[in-house]
C-alpha cells in the first residue's frame, strides 16, 4: 500500500462517498433517464424575429452536445466509472460487502453481522471498508 493510500480521507469526504455507494444503483437509472430526456427532447428553437437562426439545425449533434456539456450528466457519470471500475478490480468477497452493506435495502445488519456474513472479523470488514472507500476517492481525484 503507498503512503498515499494510507492518508485519512477527511469525514466529510468519506461520508459522501459512502452515500455515493449506497446511492450508485438510483444513479444508474437517473443517468439514464437524463440521458433519455435530452435524446428524446423535441429541439424548440424560437424564430420569432424572422430570419435564419443561428442554432444548429442538426438535432443529433445538438443533442450530443448537451449530453456532454450537462453537468448532472458529467458528475453521475464520473461518479459511476469510479466506482464500478473499484468494485470490478475487487476480490468477490470485497464485492459481496459492497452488496451487503450498500446495495441491500433495507439495511438490517450491524457490522459485526455483516463481517459474520463475510467470514472475517468486524476489523477486517471496516478496514475492507476503508480500502475500498479510499480507492473510489482515488479515482475520482478527491484523496
Not at 438490517?108 to 472479523?121: C, E, R, Y
Request: aromatic share 6%; charged share 25%; net charge positive.
Amino acid at each position: 500500500m503507498s503512503a498515499l493510500k494510507q492518508e485519512k480521507l477527511k469525514s466529510g469526504t468519506f461520508k459522501h462517498i459512502e452515500s455515493e455507494l449506497e446511492a450508485y444503483w438510483d444513479s444508474v437509472k437517473e443517468l439514464k433517464r437524463l440521458k433519455s430526456n435530452i435524446i428524446h427532447a423535441t429541439p424548440h428553437h424560437d424564430n420569432s424575429g424572422g430570419g435564419r437562426s443561428n442554432l444548429p439545425s442538426d438535432p443529433t449533434g445538438s443533442s450530443t452536445v448537451t449530453l456532454l456539456t450537462h453537468r448532472k450528466i458529467v458528475q453521475l457519470e464520473t461518479i459511476i466509472r469510479a466506482i464500478r471500475t473499484v468494485h470490478d478490480q475487487l476480490e468477490p468477497e470485497k464485492r459481496d460487502l459492497i452488496q451487503i452493506k450498500y446495495w441491500t435495502h433495507p439495511q438490517m445488519l450491524t457490522w459485526d453481522g455483516i463481517a459474520q456474513k463475510l467470514n472475517v472479523s468486524r476489523r477486517m470488514a471496516l478496514y475492507w471498508r476503508d480500502d475500498i472507500i479510499r480507492d473510489i476517492a482515488d479515482q475520482l481525484g478527491w484523496s
